[in-house]
Structures are given as structure tokens and as C-alpha cells.
């Protein structure tokens, strides 16, 4: 950390482990045992190399989760890509992203690897998944590869393993969880943007790189938009009509605010405006017979033409999940009920998009990991004020006001601070 003492790099980091991403006791104290044993073999597998501030000929980008993280990525994909243009850009990331990177122009290569703590499963099982030897094996043939630069933004001292035993030659990251040994390049968190998107691109502005463009954003192929007009067009639903849309589902059950719930929302929406809706399902998923009605059009698609038929509504209802950041990312704003996470770290990056929560819950973020019986950061979320900001959402569209529906139940807004919005397609 140039430009910072010991001290202050320790005032730093302590103060993001509680501001940017808190960690548990647990867990700081397993990352620096891990820490401390590594050390004695930094100098084997590492790649110690001196001109490593040369211009990158190939580069990796360590984000294995989930949609909604790949998501928050795609603006540092898209400035690195900007800043690097002849650059070789690998992307390692869970198997199941691949589609969506298609066709984007982000990455060259794409690199498929389940972590074994990944999947969503309990705290110790992950740590004997059968993951395990097919994530070791591709650590070890990544080494093959070469990499100039590499970068994570987890501050995970995992991430920062892959990068050091793949034989990464600049290693980019942050080191306020443990794990900065590891690193050629301990980046001081900016504790002005906790933003799980900012953090990526303060990589790249550390680096002495720009960073112009902070929208997450996806592109709809036109192929694939055609195909989602004649698939709605089958269903009744013309270009012309009002379409909203519904994800009632969520990975993890503390994130659900319950599809009961979410049906009264949009049937008050339906008594008020004229709309079409769309009810999407995850493929498998119990057919929604207990949600049956003339104007609810119940849809289940493979992720592909799930963003394409996402694109083409003009207003989405979901949970805090990967859903709520594809919709943002293809130009739909949001209704988003949050829980146990923070809207300051994973919030839509869209001035258009709303976010409900029950503010002054101490014990948010709780890691997916509820200490009470059910989530009552949730469970006291009432339809009634979901549905006040639904029908805000919806007047402002179509009256250009939403004033009638703010009086009684105050909307709770979307993270905006430097955010601003594209051009209507």
C-alpha cells in the first residue's frame, strides 16, 4: 500500500472488515492459520518475476459464485477489456454463467470450475465436497497457462490461493481478511464505495486505469429478442402491452419473502393499472396452480431466453437475488424486497430501481446464516407497503408521477450516490 504507514494500513483494513464486508471471528483467525502456513512456501510455487508493471499479455479474473455476482463484474470486464484491448482476458467462474457471457465480448476464455464452497450447502460440508480434487487439478493447470495479472476482489484468502498457486505473475487484491502474502498488489479497500461492483473497479484505478463506465450491462442478442417477441406474442402479450414481471424465487430460503405474498403485490398492481404479467419459474419448479389467474402468465426458461424475455418487461418484482441484477443489467428496473444482506454492498445499480427492507435490523448481514428461527428481516416486510412501492414503480411509468401512491407508505429508494442511467432502448 503505497502511501499509507503500518499503522494506517491496519486502521484500514480493520475498518473494512466492518464496513465492506464483515467477517466472523472464525473465520479471520482459519485465514490467518492458513496465512501463516503458506508462508514458508511462498517462494515455490509463486512466480517471483521483476517487470511487474509490464503491459499484460494475458490475464485472469478469479469470480466463481453466482449470477448476480458475474452480474456486478461486468463493468470491470468491460473497462479492463477497454484499457487492455490486445490482452488475453480469462475468466474463471462457475459453469453455469457460461451463457451469459456468450456473444458479450468481455473475456476470450472461459474457464469452468466449481469451488467447493460454492454451492450453497452447510458450513463444513463444503469443506469435504467432492469439488475438491477438480478444483485442485485446474489451480495446477492454470500454472500451464501463464498469467501476467490476475485479479480478485473478495478479499478471500481462497482467491488469493488460486492466483498465488496458479503461478499468476502480478497478483491484485485485497488483503483485509488475511491472505496479502499472497499478493504482489495489497489494495487499500475504499471505504467511500462498499459496493461489491466498486470494488472491483477500485482494481483497476490502482493500477492507474480510469474507470468511465460503472453500469453493469448485459446485451440481449437480436436473435434472441426476436425469438422472446414471438414467444410472448404466442401468449398474448403485444409489444404495446404494460408487462411486469415476477421472480417470487430465491438460492437460499432466507432471502424468500414468500411467493404468497408476492402474488398479492401484483394483484393489487393488476386492480389499479392495466398490465400484463409474467410469473417466471426456475426450470423443474412445481407448476403455479395455486396462483392461477386470466392475467398471470406463468413462465419457465433456460437462463438464455429467461434474459431475453427479461428484457423485454418493463418492471421486475424479486428478491435480493441474481434475477433482481439481470434485470438491471439488461435494462429493467426493479421492485427488490431485501433481508439478511446489505443494499450498500449487492443493491440494483439503477436510479430507477426501488429497494424494500425493514431498516435497524442489527444483526444485517447475517452471511445467509439466520441466528433466529425464521428471517424476521423478512417476515415483517408487509404486503401492503411492497404494494404501495409496486404501484409507485408502475404510476411513474405510466403517468410520469407516483405521488398518490408515495403519501401513505414512504418508498425506500435504490442505491444511487454516483449512479447515473443510460438511454431508454
Known amino acids: 500500500m503505497s502511501g499509507?504507514?503500518?499503522?494506517?494500513?491496519?486502521?484500514?483494513?480493520?475498518?473494512?472488515?466492518?464496513?465492506?464486508?464483515?467477517?466472523?471471528?472464525?473465520?479471520?483467525?482459519?485465514?490467518?492459520?492458513?496465512?501463516?502456513?503458506?508462508?514458508?512456501?511462498?517462494?515455490?510455487?509463486?512466480r517471483q518475476e521483476e517487470n511487474l508493471g509490464a503491459e499484460p499479455k494475458r490475464i485472469l479474473v478469479v469470480e466463481y459464485w453466482h449470477l448476480g455476482d458475474l452480474v456486478l463484474l461486468t463493468p470491470f470486464l468491460r473497462n479492463l477489456r477497454r484499457q487492455y484491448p490486445k490482452a488475453h482476458i480469462a475468466y474463471l467462474a462457475h459453469p453455469k454463467v457460461a451463457p451469459l457471457l456468450e456473444g458479450q465480448g468481455l473475456v476470450d476464455d472461459f474457464i469452468p470450475v466449481v469451488a467447493p464452497w460454492a454451492p450453497h450447502m452447510s458450513r463444513w460440508k463444503k469443506y469435504v465436497s467432492r469439488h475438491h480434487v477438480e478444483f485442485f487439478r485446474c489451480i495446477w493447470q492454470l500454472?500451464?497457462?501463464?498469467?501476467?495479472?490476475?485479479?480478485?476482489?473478495?478479499?478471500?484468502?481462497?482467491d488469493s490461493f488460486v492466483l498465488w498457486a496458479g503461478g499468476v505473475k502480478r497478483r491484485i487484491g485485497y488483503g483485509f481478511a488475511y491472505g496479502g502474502s499472497l499478493l504482489t498488489d495489497v489494495v487499500p479497500p475504499d471505504l467511500e464505495r462498499p459496493h461489491f461492483?466498486?470494488?472491483?473497479?477500485?482494481?483497476?484505478?490502482?493500477?492507474g486505469k480510469p474507470v468511465p463506465d460503472r453500469h453493469p450491462e448485459l446485451h440481449v442478442k437480436a436473435e434472441d429478442r426476436q425469438w422472446a417477441r414471438e414467444f410472448l406474442l404466442a401468449r398474448g402479450i403485444q409489444e404495446t402491452d404494460l408487462l411486469i414481471a415476477v421472480h417470487p424465487e430465491a438460492r437460499n430460503p432466507l432471502r424468500q419473502w414468500g411467493a404468497e405474498n408476492f402474488?398479492?403485490?401484483?394483484?393489487?398492481?393488476?386492480?389499479?393499472?392495466?398490465?400484463?404479467?409474467?410469473?417466471?419459474?426456475?426450470?423443474?419448479?412445481?407448476?403455479?396452480?395455486?396462483?392461477?389467474?386470466?392475467?398471470?402468465?406463468?413462465?419457465?426458461?433456460?437462463?438464455?431466453?429467461?434474459?431475453?424475455?427479461?428484457?423485454?418487461?418493463?418492471?421486475l418484482l424479486c428478491n435480493d437475488t441474481g434475477p433482481m441484477h439481470l434485470a438491471t443489467a439488461v435494462g429493467v428496473p426493479v421492485v427488490a424486497v431485501f433481508g439478511p444482506t446489505m443494499p450498500a454492498w449487492f443493491g440494483p445499480r439503477d436510479e430507477r430501481s426501488r429497494i424494500v427492507l425493514h431498516e435497524g435490523v442489527w444483526c444485517r448481514p447475517c452471511a445467509d446464516r439466520?441466528?433466529?428461527?425464521?428471517?424476521?428481516?423478512?417476515?415483517?416486510?408487509?404486503?401492503?407497503?411492497?404494494?404501495?412501492?409496486?404501484?409507485?414503480a408502475v404510476a411513474k411509468m405510466v403517468f410520469g408521477s407516483s405521488e398518490e401512491f408515495e403519501g401513505d407508505h414512504p418508498v425506500d429508494q435504490g442505491i444511487q450516490g454516483s449512479i447515473s442511467w443510460r438511454k431508454e432502448r
Do not use: N
Open 4 to 46: 499509507m504507514d503500518r499503522s494506517d494500513r491496519r486502521s484500514v483494513e480493520a475498518a473494512a472488515r466492518a464496513c465492506v464486508f464483515r467477517f466472523g471471528r472464525t473465520r479471520l483467525a482459519l485465514s490467518r492459520l492458513f496465512e501463516g502456513m503458506l508462508k514458508p512456501f511462498l517462494g515455490l510455487l509463486g
Open 263 to 315: 402474488f398479492e403485490v401484483v394483484r393489487g398492481v393488476v386492480s389499479r393499472f392495466e398490465v400484463k404479467v409474467l410469473w417466471f419459474r426456475d426450470p423443474g419448479a412445481q407448476e403455479v396452480t395455486e396462483f392461477s389467474a386470466p392475467w398471470l402468465v406463468p413462465v419457465a426458461l433456460p437462463l438464455r431466453q429467461f434474459l431475453a424475455v427479461l428484457s423485454e418487461c418493463r418492471l
Open 143 to 158: 500454472r500451464a497457462r501463464q498469467f501476467d495479472w490476475g485479479f480478485t476482489a473478495r478479499a478471500d484468502i481462497r
Open 370 to 392: 439466520c441466528l433466529f428461527e425464521q428471517p424476521y428481516c423478512l417476515r415483517s416486510i408487509s404486503v401492503k407497503r411492497v404494494l404501495s412501492v409496486a404501484q409507485a
Open 197 to 207: 461492483s466498486d470494488r472491483w473497479l477500485h482494481l483497476l484505478e490502482v493500477v
